[in-house]
């Protein structure tokens, strides 16, 4: 594969509850394309270990500042989706000076939650891990949890264990509007028309707060557009490239 010296490296940040192999075939279009592309895993998915206390999004970022430079790679391209989005934005915040350009899919810069949804998932949180530990209710723990949490919206807190779970909390309640107000770089937000877990709604809030932001909507596509349509999206990336590096 002949890649072009002018092209940057590309940093695909996964979702929550995915891993980088989702978006091999996002990331063999873009190699097409000409890109030095990697999809590492997060800790807590994929391959990397979870961390051993919970974390807060800016402790993913550090992780990935790590990871850039045991591997050498300086000032690249960040593709985040939704959670890897966070990532990205709070990297963006954080080493300003080694971000070349981003590209954010489905990313709650703002929660696409209610606020009083998200203190009932907290609520029933707290309440859930008392309650559950006391017989007769531990007997049958499991399935009152997923029903509780997914009435709460929350069923990746359900699927996350030890301190994942607390991570889960952290990483909503943490706030991304300072992070949005000092990108300084080119940033493109890319939606999925029917992203339900996202609304393009927040892309457009996003849109306001972001400096030299431009959305783009990819139509009859959802939240997991990267990788369920990576032709149609490597091709508003290539675009959004050209003319910004």
């Known amino acids: 594969m002949k890649f072009f010296s002018h092209r940057p490296t590309i940093i695909v940040l996964h979702g929550w509850n995915l891993s980088g192999e ?14 030095r592309v990697f999809t590492p895993d997060l800790p807590g998915f994929g391959k990397e270990p979870a961390p051993g206390k919970p974390w807060h999004v800016e402790d993913y970022a550090r992780f990935v500042r790590e990871w850039l430079r045991k591997n050498r790679i300086r000032k690249p391209v960040f593709i985040g989706h939704s959670f890897g989005g966070r990532v990205s934005l709070k990297y963006s915040q954080m080493f300003p000076e ?41 007997f049958f ?25 607390q991570t889960f909390k952290n990483i909503v309640q943490d706030d991304l509007v300072p992070s949005m107000e000092d990108v300084k770089v080119p940033c493109l937000l890319l939606w999925g028309e029917y992203d339900l877990i996202v609304p393009v709604a927040i892309a457009h809030r996003m849109e306001e707060v972001i400096p030299r932001a431009q959305l783009k909507v990819i139509h ?9 349509q990576p032709e149609i999206f490597v091709s508003y990336v290539d675009g959004f490239l050209k003319v910004t590096v």
Request: aromatic residues 16%.
């Open 22 to 35: 989702k978006f091999a075939p996002l990331a063999q279009g873009l190699r097409r394309r000409g890109y």
């Open 98 to 138: 080694d971000v070349e350009s981003l590209i954010l899919a489905g990313t709650p810069g703002f929660s696409p939650v209610p606020q009083k949804r998200l203190i009932f998932f907290l609520l029933v949180a707290k309440v859930g891990r008392i309650m559950f530990s006391l017989p007769p209710f531990n």
């Open 141 to 165: 723990a499991d399935w009152a949890r997923r029903w509780l949490y997914y009435l709460a919206g929350a069923r990746e807190f359900f699927q996350a264990e030890g301190a994942m779970r």
């Open 220 to 228: 009859e596509a959802d939240h997991g557009a990267p990788y369920k």
